[in-house]
């Protein structure tokens, strides 16, 4: 009977914990099933964010100029020539502003509506401040010159105020597909191996002494910095104590692969850059660039005429330059569906000229263009490969870099109504 007693329970005891154990599994099926459901939930919203979040290749995003001014008027008695004095007006306080296509995004049309409401803001205050003052020394000038250096459907960056000769500069950099503003930490992976990809660059052009200012920009998050085509742009002050001027230089995405975030590197199919050049003497004589996966080399000697020379990879032309061209000033290098091309723009003979080359990278051959063709005043580069219809006056784009501003000439000519 105590046998029976015992086995009985037994039973009920091996009955309760099944039912316990039959529970937990019960529950633990509940909660497996709504852990996958979360689970799943969340892996499909991260694939969604991933999606929305990664950068496809680019389509070119077009963009234009305009210029706003502040009103304030400098008056000038200026010699006719014939013995008389007659009134010459000037407009010193001036701002250009971008403006985007209306295929770009909503945001980003909202970022340059704001930009510009901003700069119109400052140009009031800085016409305020300086309504007494009849002098057009350029430190006493509003640093309103814009550069584009990219503009497609994932990122629109430019500078403000590099070719102004004052500390009053600064770049703007965009997501274009939000319109919000990106940080340097956003496009960098690690900030040391900028400053030593900086170091390298710069020892490499003969420039090391601008390393500790680079460093110390760097450190306080003060550098003026935009994304280009042929890679990160950084431009270094150095002041004289009276004027400011800015050394642009470029850390390459070819160059540095691992530095930059993915689609930071993705370019449109047709492109334009800015190349990163060397002076000499004010003069930028040389240029080694990195892009499109191959290493381009200029060579330009200074004296008048002549020859220079253009290396690709391990292919090297010799294009003969003008008659009267001396220093190279500027390099752009174009790609499109029919090619590769590289415009050099030399110095003329007098300070206002200067002479641009259109070299085809493919057979190594240059058309001639006219006199004053220049890069600074404006560069359409849907006609770029074809050098009868170049049209450099012409303040718009379609190769994701709109114009630059590089020599003395240009910024010597701003400012005034007769001019603008």
């Not at 316990?20 to 892996?43: F, L, Y």
């Not at 496009?187 to 601008?210: C, G, R, T």
């Not at 110095?347 to 206002?352: A, E, L, M």
Request: charged share 25%; with cysteine.
């Amino acid at each position: 009977m105590k046998k029976t007693r015992s086995a009985l329970v037994l039973t009920c005891a091996l009955l309760a914990l099944g039912t316990a154990a039959c529970g937990d599994r019960k529950t633990k099926t509940v909660e497996t099933t709504e852990t996958v459901a979360n689970r799943e939930s969340q892996q499909a919203e991260e694939t969604k964010e991933a999606a929305e979040t990664k950068l496809e290749t680019p389509e070119q995003l077009p963009v234009s100029l305009v210029v706003r001014n502040s009103g304030r008027e400098l008056v000038n008695l200026e010699p006719n020539g014939m013995g008389l004095e007659e009134k010459h007006y000037s407009f010193p306080d001036w701002a250009e502003i971008p403006t985007v296509s209306e295929g770009a995004s909503e945001g980003l049309h909202k970022a340059v509506q704001a930009y510009e409401e901003s700069q119109l803001a400052a140009l009031k205050q800085f016409a305020a401040t300086h309504r007494d003052n009849q002098e057009q020394d350029v430190r006493d000038q509003y640093a309103g010159d814009v550069t584009i250096c990219r503009s497609d459907s994932n990122f629109f960056s430019f500078v403000r105020g590099v070719n102004s000769f004052t500390t009053d500069a600064e770049g703007y950099n965009y997501d274009s597909r939000t319109g919000e503003a990106l940080t340097l930490s956003q496009v960098v992976k690690d900030m040391n191996q900028l400053q030593a990809a900086v170091n390298e660059v710069l020892k490499e052009n003969n420039q090391s002494a601008l390393s500790a200012i680079t460093k110390e920009a760097l450190e306080k998050d003060a550098i003026v910095w935009a994304l280009g085509n042929e890679g990160l742009d950084l431009f270094i002050a150095q002041s004289d104590g009276n004027y400011v001027d800015y050394q642009r230089i470029v850390i390459s995405y070819e160059r540095y692969p691992d530095l930059f975030a993915d689609g930071v590197k993705l370019r449109p199919a047709e492109y334009a850059a800015q190349l990163m050049t060397t002076y000499a003497a004010q003069l930028m004589t040389t240029a080694k660039s990195y892009i499109d996966g191959k290493v381009i080399q200029v060579t330009a000697p200074e004296t008048e005429g002549g020859s220079f020379t253009v290396t690709v990879d391990d292919k090297q032309f010799t294009v003969e330059k003008p008659e009267m061209a001396v220093g190279l000033i500027s390099l752009l290098y174009v790609k499109t569906a029919s090619g590769t091309y590289l415009y050099p723009e030399f110095q003329g003979d007098y300070s206002d000229a200067s002479y641009l080359l259109p070299v085809d990278l493919q057979s190594g051959k240059a058309s001639k263009l006219p006199e004053d063709r220049e890069l600074g005043m404006g560069f359409d580069l849907q006609n770029a490969v074809n050098p009868d219809a170049l049209a450099l006056s012409v303040r718009s784009d379609t190769l994701s870099t709109l114009y630059t501003l590089l020599s003395g000439k240009n910024r010597q000519r701003r400012g005034t109504g007769s001019n603008r």
